[in-house]
């Protein structure tokens, strides 16, 4: 069999990746997560860069289908985005280099993700390399999420099929409560969100209006957890019946994770991305991943892994 060329619906930028000196002494983050996932992948899949997709810049008029003028202007303080990175320090650090290193990379992010939902649409599926800040909300940062990709990239479908149904599965340990208090009162768009109450961000108001809510404990392993997504995901398909699943992977999940409380191992992970993916195509609806939160040294080899996994056992194709 010859070398499969196609392009795969996978998106990728070498400016996804955070860079300002210094920044993983201050935060539990991997700045170069999203380029190891792609080399991996690169070298795994046997693929060339042609093969990926890659974004280009945002317009200011997509960010505010979302955000408000004042939020955006606000981001050319060093002290607003210092807040949102949870990097105290970095408010002495001249806006510009922080335009360049954090919200830069974040904004091409946000391209990708709406490139991913057309791709998603248009194959099947798609995977977008970084994005799934879902704790962004109109006026206002938190948790590393400065930018709402998930709504920006909804509403900008809308704006040509006004019709159709998202279904957002959020399976990162924390509660998107960006992505809900966005959407959440918008009954085109469904919320799965599975989530330990007693972890950041406890934003009660938030929560309540994401539709389908289930809370997990601290410590919750994985055959407890598998068996909750086993149930809860087929509802949520079958009462919403959505054209489209958004799926904020977030990896924080995963047992050592320094900012997430649960305990999935890796096996756990790669059952869960399965199972999701096999989901979406067993109802034949087109689905787009987002990598969210993941702040262990080895989350871009989980991640890496449950791609190359998904892959091999034929779930995906391209
Ligand atoms: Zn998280």
Redesign the pocket.
């Known amino acids: 069999m010859g070398k499969n060329m196609n392009k795969i619906p996978i998106i990728y930028s070498r400016k996804y990746n955070i860079s300002v000196l210094c920044i993983e002494y201050f935060h539990s983050f991997d700045t170069r997560k999203y380029k190891k996932i792609y080399k991996y992948l690169k070298k795994q899949l046997n693929l060339t860069k042609e093969q990926f997709y890659s974004p280009n810049r945002i317009t200011e008029e997509k960010l505010l289908l979302v955000h408000s003028k004042e939020y955006l202007k606000s981001l050319t303080r060093s002290s607003i985005v210092s807040e949102i990175a949870e990097i105290p320090i970095i408010k002495f650090v001249p806006n510009i280099i922080l335009q360049q290193g954090i919200l830069k990379p974040m904004r091409y992010a946000t391209t990708g993700t709406i490139m991913g939902t057309e791709l998603a649409l248009k194959f099947g599926w798609a995977i977008n390399l970084s994005g799934g800040y879902?704790?962004a909300k109109r006026d206002h940062g938190e948790?590393f999420c400065v930018y709402a990709d998930i709504p920006i990239a909804i509403k900008c479908i809308w704006r040509k099929n006004p019709e159709l149904k998202i279904l957002i599965i959020d399976l990162?340990?924390?509660q998107g409560n960006g992505c809900s208090a966005i959407l959440g009162k918008d009954e085109r768009v469904a919320i799965l969100d599975i989530f330990d109450q007693l972890?950041?961000p406890r934003d009660r108001f938030a929560e309540n209006l994401v539709s389908h809510k289930v809370l997990v404990k601290r410590r919750i392993r994985d055959k407890l957890y598998l068996e909750k997504l086993d149930y809860w995901i087929p509802k949520a398909i079958n009462e919403h019946k959505p054209d489209l699943i958004i799926y904020n992977a977030?990896s924080?999940i995963y047992i050592d994770d320094p900012?997430?409380s649960l305990y999935v191992s890796e096996e756990g992970i790669l059952a869960r991305d399965e199972m999701v993916f096999k989901s979406a195509q067993d109802n034949d609806i087109p689905i787009l991943m987002l990598l969210?939160?993941?702040?262990h040294k080895r989350s871009w080899s989980i991640i890496g892994n449950s791609i190359v996994n998904l892959i091999s056992k034929g779930i995906l194709n391209y």
Not at 292 to 295: E, I, L, Q
């Open positions: 879902h704790h948790g990162d340990a924390h972890a950041f977030g924080d900012l997430g969210s939160g993941g702040y």
